[in-house]
């Protein structure tokens, strides 16, 4: 519910500052007061379209800030909680426009985009508008109004989600149909270089260990002739490493007196003497075992040559062989038989189909359904509307497309018969101006009732009104603000009289510049408005009569 308003610097507002109850207020004044300046405020900071206009003149930037009160409205609870913007059961919506058009938006005090103020404002309140009969001419219009009726928002949504999933597979499948031949054609080559790749049987670190084997293989002479001549170095030469070793222990062992110092010395030495005679024993045994192997370098060599000559063939490197084994494989099985495979397409594309059909179903068995309570409840309106013979149909027509769409099975429209044994036909053919207005005033309230959002604002809805139908349109108002809130602009005093509080509009010139102020009213205030509103440009003792009177009765009929 929105508790309080203040807006500041924007038209020629320079700074109103109202507070709101539960129930219904209306908004009166004399044409061109400013009474648009408070709807115009609340769009904005609801997130609509702002320009270097809408601040006042020689001011910087207007300010607007709408503080609602979230307790009864979990979804924006929700929307706040999910946003890290909660503030208890408060919500605070700011929006600053600077003069040169630039815009800024707050939640809460935090920055955010225009997008999160659009969003969550939908929750907050709705604002029905004068122009809005207008948009009842469109079939979009109607099929938004009964999904609303319905309770059918979102299942609308989900059958919309199923036709977005549906279509885009099946245009996936109709671009691989297309492309058949090509596909055909690609999917033979794959099969083929995976067979080559296949019979290759690259095994991991296979490449590495056959360049070094052939590194090995290539240089078996050179290996054993130097290893036989460290062999003999060591030990077997004369004189051979051993043996000089040997001779340096033989002289400090000859020494006429022991020194202590060089004892690590001699332990060093004997270990290098016995080091030696094991690495020339070790090397022997390697040149006795070691063969060039002739007929396995050819193996090796053969083999490598293999892979060389594949990996030039595909064009890469000869170590990433294996991962392109890896991909080749899993594009083959996408298109053959997998994910992407035209046999599996045109299974999801039917299966996406049958997920459509029964959300569809769904949708239009809630929409038929809430058709009929629809038509009987706008029916009743409108003879409380002093449009008793109109016969209001909502039509649900099945469309003949076979493929899947995305608003449903049917196009919904709504029709009237203004007179008895007259066929209904489509608003645009029939209605005329005040009559669609009418309509779309009921049809508004109607649908209003079962809105789940707590604020609604009607800007003018009763224009072309009069007379004891005025006054119905003030209690049905009135009805509505019984278990929430509503804002209405009038110039009728039928239904100003029965709102639950009255704010007047007016405005006045100071110092070449001009002003629009705001007030409540009391109940004195309220009688003298409803008199001007009359149409008493003097106020006789019996036009104010008539304003209390009009006044008492609204006010008491409700009680």
């Known amino acids: 519910m929105l508790n309080q308003l203040i807006v500041a610097n924007y038209a020629i507002a320079e700074r109103v500052e109202l507070q709101f109850r539960q129930g219904m207020t209306t908004l009166t004044g004399e044409t061109g007061a400013g009474k648009s300046i408070v709807l115009d405020a609340l769009g904005l900071v609801l997130g609509g379209r702002a320009d270097a206009g809408a601040v006042r003149h020689g001011a910087k930037r207007a300010d607007i800030t709408a503080s609602f009160d979230v307790s009864r409205i979990p979804e924006a609870s929700q929307w706040l909680e999910a946003h890290d913007l909660d503030d208890e059961n408060d919500c605070i919506l700011r929006r600053v426009i600077s003069k040169d058009g630039r815009s800024r938006a707050y939640i809460n005090g935090q920055p955010c985009p225009l997008t999160d103020l659009r969003e969550l ?176 370098l050819e193996e090796v060599e053969t083999r490598l040559s293999t892979l060389y000559e594949l990996a030039r063939k595909h064009r890469v490197a000869p170590e990433t062989l294996g991962e392109l084994h890896a991909q080749l494989q899993s594009e083959l099985d996408e298109l053959d038989g997998g994910e992407g495979s035209l046999e599996k397409l045109e299974a999801d594309v039917e299966a996406l189909r049958g997920d459509w059909q029964t959300k569809a179903d769904a949708l239009t068995a809630k929409r038929e359904k809430a058709a009929v309570e629809l038509d009987g409840r706008i029916a009743e309106e409108l003879a409380e509307l002093s449009m008793p013979s109109v016969q209001f149909v909502t039509r649900l027509a099945r469309q003949e497309k076979a493929d899947p769409a995305p608003l449903g099975n049917e196009e919904i429209e709504f029709l009237i018969s203004a007179n008895p044994g007259q066929p209904a036909r489509s608003l645009s053919k029939v209605a005329s101006g005040g009559e669609l207005s009418r309509i779309s005033l009921a049809i508004q309230v109607v649908v209003a009732q079962t809105s789940t959002i707590p604020t609604l604002v009607f800007d003018e809805v009763d224009v072309g009104i009069g007379g004891g139908t005025a006054e119905v349109v003030g209690r049905l108002l009135r009805q509505l603000g019984q278990n929430g809130q509503v804002l209405c602009v009038t110039h009728l005093p039928q239904v100003a009289a029965q709102a639950h509080q009255h704010l007047f509009v007016s405005k006045f010139s100071e110092q070449d510049a001009t002003f629009s102020r705001i007030e409540t009213l009391n109940d004195d205030g309220r009688i003298r408005e409803v008199a001007r509103m009359l149409g008493g440009v003097d106020m006789t003792e019996q036009t104010l009569a008539h304003a209390q009177e009009m006044f008492q009765k609204g006010q008491a009929t409700h009680h």
């Open 121 to 296: 404002g939908g929750m907050l309140m709705d604002i029905h508008s004068q122009h809005q009969h207008q948009s009842l001419l469109q079939k979009d219009t109607h099929r938004k109004l009964l999904d609303e009726f319905a309770g059918a928002e979102k299942l609308a949504e989900e059958t919309r989600a199923a036709w977005k999933h549906w279509h885009k597979t099946r245009q996936r499948l109709n671009e691989l149909q297309s492309n058949k031949d090509e596909n055909d054609a690609r999917l033979q080559l794959l099969r083929y270089q995976v067979e080559e790749l296949d019979r290759l049987a690259l095994g991991e670190n296979e490449l590495a260990e056959l360049e070094n084997e052939q590194a090995q293989l290539g240089h078996a002479e050179a290996v054993l002739r130097n290893c036989h001549q460290a062999s003999l170095l060591c030990s077997e030469d004369e004189p051979s490493a051993a043996q000089l070793v040997q001779q340096a222990l033989q002289q400090l062992e000859q020494l006429p007196v022991e020194l202590p110092q060089l004892a690590d010395t001699l332990q060093m030495l004997n270990e290098a003497q016995i080091q030696l005679n094991e690495a020339g024993n070790n090397l022997r045994h390697f040149v006795e075992d070691y063969e060039a192997d002739p007929a396995r």
